[in-house]
């Protein structure tokens, strides 16, 4: 007795199976790639304003008397703005504050001014910083 072998070709249940199975971990992993860009985007994004914001303070204060610096702020921190963003319209940054604290240093201004704002993570939010610092001399 003959088996008759059929010529058409099919998948079995256990390939449609297996193969599904891999799509879906290329799937997960990709869409995790996806959203792993998509947070680091938003930091660099918040990073760049924080840092934008920090320039025009320095700017401010540098364009300020040398002795006005001194009787205002010397070995005063200063952190009266909060919210910075969102006092000049753009709240991209959560819970911001500027901090400038100036200190003499030989006969020359030392001047830092700190931005910190709450970062939102998976779990909540971290707190985040950055600051410049500059030299002030009296002879600028």
Do not use: C
Not at 18 to 42: D, Y
Not at 79 to 85: G, R
């Amino acid at each position: 007795m003959k088996l008759l072998k059929s010529d058409k070709k099919a998948f079995t249940l256990v390939e449609v199976i297996i193969s599904a199975a891999i799509l879906g971990i290329v799937i997960i992993s990709l869409s995790n790639i996806f959203v792993l860009s998509k947070i680091g985007g938003a930091k660099a994004k918040h990073r760049m304003k924080a840092m934008n914001l920090l320039r025009a303070e320095m700017e401010w204060i540098k364009a300020q008397d040398y002795s006005d610096i001194i009787y205002k702020w010397i070995d005063t921190p200063r952190s009266d703005k909060l919210d910075v963003d969102d006092a000049i319209g753009t709240d991209e940054l959560l819970n911001d504050v500027i901090t400038t604290s100036v200190a003499s240093e030989n006969n020359n201004l030392k001047v830092t001014v700190t931005i910190t704002w709450d970062e939102k993570k998976w779990l909540g939010t971290g707190q985040q910083s950055e600051d410049l610092v500059t030299l002030i001399s009296p002879f600028n």
